[in-house]
């Protein structure tokens, strides 16, 4: 179709999909589906993918941004961390035996592994239901969003490939982390299922994986050289877990 009037874009195809389109250019839209099948099979899987979103998140999609997610929080949060951190060591002299105290589970690296699934979970679940802007930066970017993540986070970010595991990188975002910015990448499998990736920087030294999970939504957290991981998904925990092993090994290999 060469008609300059009939011919649409990729944003007038999202928004028809939204129900955002302005209503004199949704006729021209609908005859470019007719006559393109290929654009029409894109919208209805996206059309699709939204309704499953909705059926899945709505319950969370209005709920507001989390206050550790506001980006304005970036620069102020590494402090009140080491506050909390000072706090934290204080309790753990006081207190005495940090054998007896880790095997009780209040540890440094139990409350590091609450904060960063709390934070990586409130994020998942706040960017899984967007079908038009999930990420800042989109996944065909990917050299230029491990640059620029790399870049503001101050650790090599490295976006793995999960299509062995059925998954496209559909892009990434900066946001606040415990200890300053985090990196938040985000994947999709054919079927819509998303799967999130947060990362930031920690004190805690290198630990085995662990489990969170948080209504229908699951999470598997590890640090390995100053930097904690949080993968995070739907209930399926064994696909969870699967996907996660393949981030951690191509961090492992990559040297991320």
Aim: hydrophobic share 40%.
């Amino acid at each position: 179709m060469n008609d300059r009037k009939i011919s649409v874009t990729e944003d007038e195809l999202h928004a028809y999909v939204d129900g955002e389109l302005p209503a004199e250019r949704r006729a021209d839209v609908e005859a470019w589906l007719a006559a393109n099948p290929e654009d029409d099979e894109r919208v209805q899987s996206w059309r699709a993918m939204a309704q499953m979103l909705h059926a899945r998140y709505d319950a969370v999609a209005h709920e507001p941004v989390p206050v550790r997610l506001e980006l304005e929080r970036l620069e102020r949060r590494p402090r009140q961390w080491l506050y909390g951190a000072a706090a934290a060591a204080l309790v753990a002299f006081v207190a005495g035996g940090t054998a007896g105290w880790i095997a009780h589970g209040a540890a440094n690296a139990p409350s590091t592994f609450q904060s960063f699934t709390e934070d990586a979970l409130d994020a998942h679940r706040l960017y899984v239901v967007e079908v038009r802007h999930p990420v800042e930066v989109p996944g065909n970017e990917r050299d230029h969003l491990q640059a620029w993540l790399t870049k503001r986070c101050g650790w090599t970010v490295f976006a793995p490939n999960l299509e062995a595991s059925g998954l496209k990188l559909v892009g990434g975002r900066l946001l606040p982390g415990p200890n300053g910015p985090a990196s938040f990448l985000m994947y999709e499998g054919a079927s819509g299922e998303r799967f999130t990736i947060y990362s930031a920087k920690t004190e805690s030294g290198a630990t085995q994986m662990r489990y969170a999970k948080m209504d229908k939504d699951s999470a598997l957290f590890w640090a390995d050289r100053g930097v904690g991981y949080v993968v995070s998904g739907g209930s399926d925990r064994d696909r969870l877990t699967k996907v996660a092993q393949a981030v951690y090994d191509q961090a492992e290999k990559n040297g991320s």
